[in-house]
């Protein structure tokens, strides 16, 4: 997936059933977050699908609830709590905003800016349906992964490169580096 596909992904879009052998689930990227603006199938392993869930009722779960608690969901200034995501061909979603206005978008057809205003209702109040979220429980922007990418970066080259080896050779590398753009291409059994 690309950083904006899978930065994007919403909570009902995770996939749930591994498909045949066990060893792989697979999913739908909607459209309009695609580089070609052609909903496609992705592929994700068991266990990463596994590992998402475990984020979801931990670190997510818990980040959700401090942002409850402080009501930073009330003083968003767009909300669009989602009443209703219909099945089939052209699933659609239906939401009812702040102002009560009532709508309904095709979910191919969401931009990656929509989806940041999705949420439901939770046990604790509204929820985004934003997978991804920073520890403020806010939607995660997709072109933060770089930064990401970076401070972990930086921290391994810290720790695993030997003091005495700091600034010599630039080709001879200690640390692993990755990219937004390498995870793409890694796939975990």
């Not at 919403?10 to 591994?18: A, G, K, N, S, V």
């Not at 949420?119 to 934003?130: A, I, K, N, R």
């Amino acid at each position: 997936m690309r950083r904006l596909e899978g930065g994007s992904l919403l909570t009902f879009e995770i996939p749930r059933i591994p498909l045949s052998g066990g060893r792989y689930c697979h999913g739908r990227v909607a459209a309009q977050v695609t580089r070609s603006k052609t909903a496609r199938t992705y592929y994700a392993s068991s266990g990463a699908v596994g590992d998402i869930e475990i984020d979801m009722e931990s670190s997510r779960a818990w980040s959700i609830g401090k942002a409850q608690a402080a009501g930073r969901y009330e003083r968003l200034p767009q909300m669009r709590l989602v009443t209703g995501v219909g099945g089939g061909l052209k699933p659609k979603v239906r939401w009812c905003d702040l102002d009560g206005v009532v709508g309904e978008r095709e979910l191919d057809k969401l931009t990656w800016q929509e989806r940041m205003l999705l949420f439901t209702e939770g046990p604790g109040g509204p929820e985004p349906l934003w997978l991804w979220l920073n520890e403020q429980g806010l939607p995660f922007l997709p072109h933060s992964w770089e930064g990401v990418f970076r401070a972990a970066n930086k921290r391994c080259e810290r720790v695993l490169t030997p003091p005495e080896h700091l600034r010599m050779d630039p080709h001879k590398v200690y640390a692993p580096y990755a990219t937004v753009h390498s995870a793409r291409h890694f796939v975990s059994a």
